[in-house]
């Protein structure tokens, strides 16, 4: 089945349009409940280099990373607050617009530590500390 036509997506995608406000559960917990544009707003995905990452890590609510070793794609819940940061810093970046479809992804199926918050690592850390 394509992700696209799973009913989770489809269900997401009649929310996207349909509500002004929306809980996302997590194994029977919300773990965020807002408007869809303020969600909108805050949850984005920003794709910048591994190093400004690095540097940037503390600031961020990162609720999920993708990393290829020289670039890394962070969903973050405060980009409000990341996209002055960044300019400030002068990093190059790309800003991606997330769906609620992503952004739920994000929130439930995001890496997550084993503290229970949003901080991520990427999966090459996580490898090495198993080895």
Known sequence: MNHSDSPL????????????????LDEGRIVQQSDTESLRRQVKQFILPRAAFETLRPELQLLDLRDDGQRVAVTVANAPQVEPLLAREGIEHRLVDLNLDEIFEAYVVGKKTNTGNSACRPEAELAAEET
Not at 12 to 23: C, G, I, L, Q, T
Request: charged share 30%.
């Open 9 to 24: 997506a489809i269900e997401m995608h009649a929310v996207d349009k349909s509500f002004r406000e929306v809980a996302i």
